[in-house]
């Protein structure tokens, strides 16, 4: 077997949840739409965010009839600032992701750098080999009427997948 690529290779167990991770910002409709239209429903919620980000993530949860417990709030001093924070918010996620059978990672909302903190966590599920969909939220209505209403589940788009029976536009 010594020139056998696939006897060598390992398989680790990998849990059954599904994890959403998402950035959010000073509008919850980003997270709101994620609790109602991932599917399966997620197991999980990983929220990157700053401390004014976080203040009505509570409320998209209850109003989307989700858990708050089953969040998990990876929180960085300035969510302008934070591109230099990964290793801080792997921290906090990477044990999790060891429950994760698959990953869905929403890079919509918030600002540009929680927008690229999600997206590196995107990478490190896909180098331990967890399926991962990488996914747009989106609402098409207004900036005013969002922010009058952030509460309208939007449009979930899959931008892409390792997952095997995921197809983009979905």
């Known amino acids: 077997h010594l020139d056998d690529d696939e006897f060598w290779r390992v398989n680790p167990a990998r849990g059954t949840e599904t994890i959403l991770i998402t950035p959010l910002g000073l509008s919850p409709g980003v997270v709101y739409t994620g609790l109602m239209v991932v599917s399966p429903t997620p197991d999980r ?94 609402d098409k209505r207004s900036a005013g009427d969002q922010h009058d209403d952030p509460f309208v589940v939007g449009e979930l788009v899959t931008l892409d997948s390792t997952e095997p029976e995921a197809t983009a536009d979905t």
């Open 45 to 138: 919620v990983i929220v990157v965010s700053s401390p004014e980000g976080f203040a009505r993530l509570d409320e998209a949860c209850a109003i989307a009839g989700f858990d708050a417990q089953r969040v998990v709030r990876a929180e960085v001093p300035d969510g302008h600032a934070c591109f230099g924070h990964f290793n801080f918010v792997r921290g906090i996620v990477e044990p999790l992701l060891l429950d994760a059978g698959r990953v869905v990672v929403n890079i919509t909302g918030g600002t540009s750098a929680l927008q690229y903190l999600c997206e590196r966590l995107a990478d490190r599920a896909a180098s331990l080999g967890i399926p991962v969909s990488r996914v747009a939220m989106i």
